[in-house]
């Protein structure tokens, strides 16, 4: 059955660039961003990598963990890195997983069964199904997933946008509507009728439609 938003992530043990981790383990209280490359030494991927190492920090002020998985050996992410410090100005920051034998690719649906169990011989247009983005919670489910093609690079800002929409949304009982950046007017959520909103929103908030109310964003407690 294909992975789907809710799911509970499929735990795992693998070796990464900053040792043997058990994946629910790792995440621990925190939140996860989980992206996935098709192989090493590829130049989209060189890109994105360096990218999200500059963008820590706003990850981890928000209890966001960062984790990559490349279809390689971790020897080969370590060498990779070096070279995604040399073009990027930053050596990735977080864990990568090795995935020489394909063992995680296929638990998330990325790759099929039938792709058998080695990288070796494998080039990045055979493994291209394997870049996806995870947005996992702290309660393990799948919270986000988006699959890019391997020509498009990935907008990790747009990965943090959706986080802090994610977090908001977990604590008050509100939906964030299109485009909306931090800060910015929320949405009630239907199922919050106008009495229980009152208590919610004691400021009020502006009536578009019955179903269609603006308030603004709460703050976090």
């Not at 058998?116 to 702290?138: C, L």
């Not at 909306?180 to 004691?202: H, N, S, T, Y």
Request: aromatic share 8%.
């Amino acid at each position: 059955m294909a992975l789907q938003l809710g799911n509970t992530a499929p735990d795992f043990t693998a070796d990464t660039t900053e040792g043997t981790i058990s994946f629910h383990d790792w995440i621990g209280d925190s939140w996860a961003v989980f992206f996935s490359h098709p192989k090493d030494f590829t130049p989209v991927c060189t890109t994105e990598l360096g990218y999200v190492a500059k963008m820590k920090p706003e990850f981890d002020k928000r209890n966001v963990k960062i984790i990559g998985l490349s279809v390689d050996s971790v020897d080969d992410h370590k060498r990779w890195a070096k070279d995604i410090e040399e073009t990027q100005g930053t050596a990735p920051n977080y864990p990568m997983i090795g995935d020489s034998d394909l063992a995680v690719a296929k638990l998330y649906g990325m790759l099929p069964a039938s792709a058998g169990d080695s990288a070796s011989g494998r080039t990045a247009v055979d493994n291209a199904t394997v870049r996806n983005v995870y947005v996992i919670g702290p309660d393990k489910t799948v919270k986000l997933m988006i699959t890019y093609p391997m020509s498009t690079g990935r907008n990790f800002d747009e990965v943090l946008r959706v986080i802090d929409s994610l977090q908001l949304t977990a604590e008050h009982k509100v939906a964030t509507p299109v485009n909306w950046q931090q800060g910015e007017d929320v949405i009630i959520v239907p199922a919050v009728k106008d009495d229980a909103a009152k208590e919610l929103f004691p400021d009020g908030w502006k009536e578009v439609k019955p179903y269609l109310r603006v308030v603004k964003q709460p703050k976090a407690s």
